[in-house]
Each structure stands twice: as structure tokens, then as C-alpha cells.
């Protein structure tokens, strides 16, 4: 049966049994979302919002469709194989609807997720600097250990990569190297490795 057969049933009986529609509607999407039947949940919630605009329930039932279309998307980011994204997105339903029967399945969606970005990440085996430093290998590390960038032998971030060559730009300019540059480039190195080189270079 589909959910237009579904929904005039609902009301119907709600009339009925001279129960308030709008609580009929908006149970049945919890119930729904709580067995996995996300697209069912999205289109009584819409029914809900729709036909009863003015309903008390209304605003809950407008959260609660917040709650679904950020679940999907968290569902459809993981399917595309954006581990990451996915994380954050899950956890977002979490802390965002705490009161939605889908914060707990995001929490779970969420450590499934990580668990697969970790297992599929590209590590970085190895860190080099080419150039003439006029810092030591001591400071640039320590530095970065101060800044909380992460990168040997860690899951390569094309973003914690970024800032660690920003950092280096800001210790040289710290050193008087204002007019040097830092070139950022990275190696594959198989399975799933890689390298990534700073290369100083000065004007």
C-alpha cells in the first residue's frame, strides 16, 4: 500500500475516533523514521505541515523534517563515498535534533561512517623539506604540535595540509624570510600513501 493510500486512512480514521489528526500524522512519521522508512516520514510530515499550517504540532513537525532531509543527507554523502562529510553530517543531526528519533541512528550512522574513513583514508607515510630552512626541524614541529596539525603517519587532509604551509609561511616571516614562499606538493606512494613535501622558496 502506498502512502497516498496510506495518509486518507490516517485521517480518516482520526476522524473517526475524533482524535486530533495532526498527533495521528506526526506519530506516524516518528514511527516511520524509527523503522527506517525515511521517504513515508518526509511525505506525512509534509501532509501534516501542509494541510494543518496552524496546528501547535506544526512547528514540531517542521523540526522533525529538518531532522530527516539532514539524515538523508548524511546517507547520500557516505553512498558517494565522502566518509568525512558524512561524519559531520550525522553528528550535526545529533547535537542539532537530540529530541528526533533519529538522533540516535545518526549517532550510530556517524561512528559507521568513521570507521570507513579511517579504514579507506590515504595515510601519510612521510614528511620532507627541501630548501635552505632557516628554522630547525625542532621548531617546525614543535609548532606545529602548538597549532594541533596532524600529518605523520596520519590520515592525509588536504586542509591540515594547507595550514601546515601557512604556518611555515608565518614562521619564516617570523625570521625575517618575509619575501619567502612555501610550495606544497604530494607523492602517492601505493597502496595508500602518501608523501608530502615543503619546498622553501626564497625570491
Known amino acids: 500500500m502506498t502512502i497516498q493510500m496510506v495518509l486518507p486512512l ?3 480514521g482520526a476522524v473517526w475516533a475524533q482524535e486530533d ?3 495521528i500524522l506526526l506519530d506516524a512519521a516518528l514511527h516511520d523514521e524509527q523503522t527506517g522508512k ?3 516520514a518526509r511525505l506525512t510530515i509534509k501532509t501534516l505541515v501542509n494541510t494543518y499550517p496552524s496546528s501547535p504540532l506544526a512547528a514540531q513537525a517542521r523540526t522533525e523534517l529538518g531532522a530527516v532531509d539532514l539524515f538523508r543527507e548524511g546517507q547520500e554523502r557516505l553512498q ?3 566518509a568525512r562529510s558524512a561524519v559531520v553530517t550525522f553528528r550535526t543531526v545529533a547535537q542539532v535534533y537530540p529530541e528526533s528519533p533519529l538522533a540516535q541512528r545518526a549517532e550510530a550512522a556517524g561512528r559507521d561512517a568513521e570507521k570507513m574513513e579511517h579504514h579507506d583514508a590515504t ?3 612521510a614528511i620532507e623539506f627541501h630548501g635552505a630552512w632557516p628554522v630547525s626541524m625542532e621548531e617546525i614541529r614543535q609548532r606545529f604540535v602548538d597549532r594541533e596539525i596532524e600529518l605523520a603517519v596520519a590520515p592525509y587532509s588536504a586542509r591540515d595540509a594547507e595550514r601546515a604551509r601557512t604556518i611555515l609561511v608565518q614562521l619564516l616571516r617570523e625570521k625575517g624570510e ?3 614562499q612555501v610550495r606544497m606538493e604530494t607523492e602517492s606512494l601505493p597502496p595508500r ?3 608530502v613535501v615543503f619546498t622553501l622558496v626564497k625570491p
Do not use: H, Y
Open 80 to 82: 558517494d563515498g565522502s
Open 21 to 23: 489528526p495532526t498527533r
Open 123 to 125: 595515510t601519510v607515510r
Open 38 to 40: 525515511l521517504e513515508r
Open 178 to 180: 618575509s619575501g619567502s
Open 10 to 12: 490516517l485521517l480518516a
Open 193 to 195: 600513501a602518501i608523501r
